[in-house]
């Protein structure tokens, strides 16, 4: 299995709701990693989780709360979004963190937040 | 400060026609380098990478890649295109700080024209 899943594959939310993100991967790795996308734009790191423990946050707004509950899985809990926030949210994993590593993408999650 | 450059937003060959996608990075040290490929509604996927290992790279669906340390490119390569290949190139640079991040180019659409 070489396989990262996200899920929802879309989902559309207001600005007083709570909703999460899951991604799930079973290849051992122990990187689990979320991006942000917009249009035409290449990703940007939000959050790395290195041995489930988060190792960066780059400056990413509290409105975005990850999790990773153990070495499967890795949530983006969502709450209090702006418009601007709307973007295709991308989880990624590989073996471990660092410099040679390649990284496993999941097909995102289309975010709308009206 | 590493930082990569990818020369045209938009390129378009004829399917059969040699397709050329311009990377430029600026590192102080060879850095690692990276190609990925975004499909449309899908997540990234690694096409090659560089580690110092040999200058010419091979990757997947014909791609390869030269680094050239005098001129700071890793400009990839296809002899003939396919329409399959349409998509989105990303170069990606890893960049060592405080901590290990890789860092993506503006990203080139290919069009293959029948």
């Known amino acids: 299995d070489t396989e990262v899943t996200q899920t929802p594959k879309h989902l559309v939310m207001g600005m007083t709701n709570k909703k999460s993100l899951k991604c799930e991967q079973h290849?051992?790795?122990?990187?689990m990693y979320w991006y942000k996308q917009k249009a035409k734009k290449p990703p940007e790191l939000m959050f790395v989780y290195s041995y489930e423990k988060l190792s960066i946050n780059e400056s990413v707004p509290s409105r975005f709360s990850p999790e990773c509950p153990n070495s499967s899985l890795l949530n983006l809990h969502l709450h209090a979004l702006q418009p601007e926030d709307s973007a295709l949210y991308l989880c990624a994993s590989s073996q471990r963190q660092g410099l040679n590593e390649k990284l496993f993408f999941g097909s995102g999650t289309q975010l709308s937040v009206l | 400060a590493q930082s990569v450059t990818q020369l045209g937003s938009h390129v378009s060959v004829s399917e059969g026609a040699l397709v050329l996608l311009r990377c430029n990075y600026s590192?102080?040290?060879?850095?690692?380098l990276f190609w990925y490929v975004q499909y449309p509604n899908q997540g990234l996927q690694l096409l090659l990478k560089y580690t110092s290992a040999a200058t010419l790279v091979k990757g997947i669906n014909g791609f390869e890649a030269e680094f050239k340390k005098s001129e700071t490119s890793f400009h990839l390569t296809k002899p003939s295109a396919h329409m399959s290949d349409a998509a989105e190139y990303f170069c990606?640079?890893?960049?060592?700080?405080?901590?290990?991040?890789?860092?993506f180019g503006p990203g080139t659409s290919l069009s293959v024209i029948p």
């Open positions: 290849m051992g790795h122990r990187a």
């Open positions: 990606a640079v890893a960049k060592k700080t405080s901590y290990d991040k890789v860092i």
């Open positions: 590192s102080s040290v060879p850095p690692y």
